[in-house]
């Protein structure tokens, strides 16, 4: 297991859930004060294998030629998340796309172009299973009460759950800290 104190996982129960959001408010709040880095980690099960969302899908899975890439994204208009992160105010941000039996690699190649010391905040829930960080957090939505497989593969770990309602969540993202280098939990 790779200890990241610095870093804070935030995961889901299912897509929809604000995970972005609550991501995007944890960048907008610690950015005010210093640097902070955005991260997005898609976990490939198959290269090429049926989209996991159904349909054609976007691409994402059969575009990936070797194990993993780390791609760092530098426009803030494209609507995706990792564009979302960049505009909440993160200094840069970083997408990992894995196959999922690389995974372990690919985060090390991630740590690696991370710049050091600063508080990351990052999105997954497949990769907590080789990466401990701070906190890990898993949004949950209030209406639906189904859990994605790769977020029951890590639900053991989970230090704080938070429910989304469709506008907002049970709790405020002021729960957790960056201080002392490292994210922790104020109950």
């Given amino acids: 297991m790779i200890e990241q104190n610095r870093f804070i996982m935030i995961g889901a129960t299912s897509r929809n859930v604000g995970k972005t959001e609550f991501a995007c408010q944890l960048i907008s709040r610690v950015s005010r ?3 902070v880095v955005g991260v997005k980690i898609t976990t490939v099960a198959e290269r090429n294998g049926q989209c996991p969302r159904g349909g054609d899908g976007c691409g994402v899975c059969s575009a990936l030629t070797e194990p993993y890439c780390v791609t760092q994204e530098t426009v803030t208009q494209t609507g995706k998340d990792t564009a979302r992160l960049l505009q909440a ?83 405020s993202s002021d729960r957790c800290v960056w201080a002392g280098r490292k994210w922790s939990l104020v109950r």
Avoid: I
């Fill in 89 to 171: 105010g993160a200094v840069s941000v970083f997408w990992l796309r894995v196959l999922k039996d690389h995974l372990a690699d690919g985060v090390t190649a991630l740590l690696d172009r991370l710049p050091p010391d600063l508080p990351v905040v990052c999105e997954s829930n497949s990769a907590r299973s080789v990466l401990a960080p701070g906190v890990f957090v898993v949004v949950k939505s209030d209406q639906d009460t189904s859990v994605k497989q790769s977020c029951q593969a890590v639900m053991a770990w989970v230090d704080y759950w938070v429910t989304y309602d469709g506008t907002g969540w049970d709790v």
């Fill in 33 to 35: 004060r210093e640097p």
